[in-house]
């Protein structure tokens, strides 16, 4: 088990997690303060705190969610503490009450509360595998998820390229089950918004 094997002092276990989660923690830390190099005091904080306290981790959680807490707590105390104080809003963006499809994509017209789609999503099943599968298809993928707002942006990495569990999203973000459901639906529709449109403009 990974836990006692880093318990017991196996420096290749430990730097094997630390490759794998380093990347996310800096990522999240950096939304909670004021530069890339407080975040990666932060994150080294963090480190120090996990191995402090790794003989009280009890399994309840997953041990990167346990990892995770540590964490954000540590960034959210290093953010008051530099004054910095960050609103959900900033973090999660500004729209998540806005309608996620566009209004004009529904027929309103159609006697139904529900509203009928008077433009469908676009059926990718005839699009060939080379082209969703290949290297500019990926970096729209990536740019889009960049120029998402932080909150929605984690989200979306850990629960779809990370492949983590709901619940574990919302306990190493601190997030209510609504919040996340939304966060990633959100960022799903935009990513698949920007999909929608590049492979629209290379059919053209």
């Known amino acids: 088990m990974l836990v006692e094997q880093i318990r017991n002092g196996d420096e290749a276990a430990f730097a094997m997690l630390a490759d794998e989660l380093q990347p996310a923690m800096l990522r999240v830390a950096a939304m909670y303060v004021s530069s890339r190099s407080v975040a990666e005091d932060v994150v080294q904080d963090a480190w120090i705190g996990v191995l402090r306290g790794l003989e009280r981790f009890e399994g309840r959680s997953s041990l990167r969610t346990w990892i995770f807490r540590i964490l954000t707590n540590t960034a959210k105390t290093r953010g008051i503490r530099e004054g910095r104080s960050v609103p959900f809003s900033s973090l999660a963006g500004d729209d998540l009450d806005a309608p996620s499809v566009d209004p004009d994509r529904f027929d309103t017209a159609v006697d139904d509360p529900r509203g009928h789609w008077s433009t469908l999503p676009d059926d990718w099943r ?8 290949g290297n500019e298809t990926f970096a729209v993928i990536g ?28 306990n190493a973000l601190d997030l209510s089950e609504t919040n996340q459901r939304v966060l990633l ?15 629209a403009d290379e059919a053209t």
Request: glycine share 4%; aromatic share 4%; charged share 35%.
């Open 185 to 199: 639906h959100r960022a799903r529709t935009k990513v698949r918004a920007a999909l929608e449109r590049y492979l």
């Open 143 to 170: 740019r889009t998820i960049d120029e998402l707002p932080p909150m929605q942006a984690e989200v979306i990495r850990l629960r779809d390229a990370l492949g983590w569990t709901s619940e574990e999203v919302r």
């Open 126 to 133: 005839g699009v060939p595998e080379e082209r969703l599968l």
